[in-house]
């Protein structure tokens, strides 16, 4: 990427709906040289004021469970009704960049709406299954005036919690017939879930899916819920014949309505905002460690002694976190 442009011309371009700019400044946020970060940072403070406004909404679920198929059909669907849906989708990728498979391949039909915006992004080093600077595309997108914006994470498992800090309400997809019942006896993502939506129920596993429904139903019952959160609705869908979306849409009208009228809303983005601040405050503490020279050279001695087995990696993190420090105090 050549040097950033104006921050405040680029935050113009994209509030007056200019594509072009509203893909150079998410590419601008992602970017890690430090004069790109300085300009994303006026530019996302550019924007701020006019962010806010969009309905979030995360979506997961394991590889095949047709997370693609599900919103093409939904985000077409909202379209048709009037919204701006905008898409960030996190696909895996190499820790070097680049995604392996962009999600304007598989979502053809959504990708050629005027009103639709799809935004492939890798994954990169990050864990939780989205990218470090989704929240930021979250704004940018917003106040390029999308007011559906829905963040699809990488599909890994179990472990794509991260998603449910960003966003106002967490669908998790899960495909019947394959063993998923089960999994609603667990914690981790499906306790986070606001709208668990049993997907592929047509055809032979119709039946499969409705079973599915009922099994969530009990399983989830068993789960506690944090005190904003109303207990999780489950919904079986058919995104391929694009039955049951209605179903979906009205139950995420009520729940958006509920946190609304409760105040739950702003204190979720209130909250996650807060988490934003703690890890960008972690995640430059260590790109300040790893970058410091005399760490590097100690870091390569550490690492060796480390590899051999004549140092345990927590009492080398130990000697190289106390050397960084004192040599700041």
Partial sequence: MAAPADPAA??????????????????????????????????????????????????????????????????????????????????????????????????????????????????????????????????????????????????????????????????????????????GMKRGIVELADLVIVNKADGELERAARRAVTDYHHALALLRREPDRAPAEVVAVSALERCGLEEVETLLAARQAAMAASGALPRRRAAQARAALWAEIGAALVDEFRSDRIVKTRLAKLEAQVASGKLAPEAAARAALKGFVNRRR
């Fill in 10 to 183: 680029l935050a113009a371009a994209l509030r007056q709906g200019d594509r072009k700019s509203l893909a150079r400044a998410i590419t601008l946020v992602e970017s890690t040289r430090p004069d790109h970060r300085e300009a994303a940072e006026a530019l996302i403070a550019a924007v701020l004021p006019h962010a806010g406004k969009a309905l979030r909404l995360g979506i997961s679920g394991a590889p095949g469970v047709g997370k693609s198929t599900f919103i093409e059909a939904f985000g077409t669907r909202a379209i048709a009704q009037g919204h701006r849906v905008a898409v960030l989708a996190v696909d895996p990728s190499s820790r070097r960049g680049g995604s392996i498979l962009g999600d304007k391949t598989r979502m053809a039909m959504l990708a050629r709406e005027p009103d639709a915006f799809i935004r492939p992004s890798p994954a990169g080093a990050n864990l939780g299954g989205v990218a470090r600077r989704t929240r930021e595309a979250i704004l940018l997108v917003e106040a390029a005036g999308f007011d559906r914006v829905i963040v699809e994470t990488v599909g890994v498992g179990q472990s794509e919690t991260a998603v449910a800090d960003l966003v106002d309400l967490f669908l998790l997809l899960i495909a019947p017939g394959g063993g998923d019942e089960l999994q």
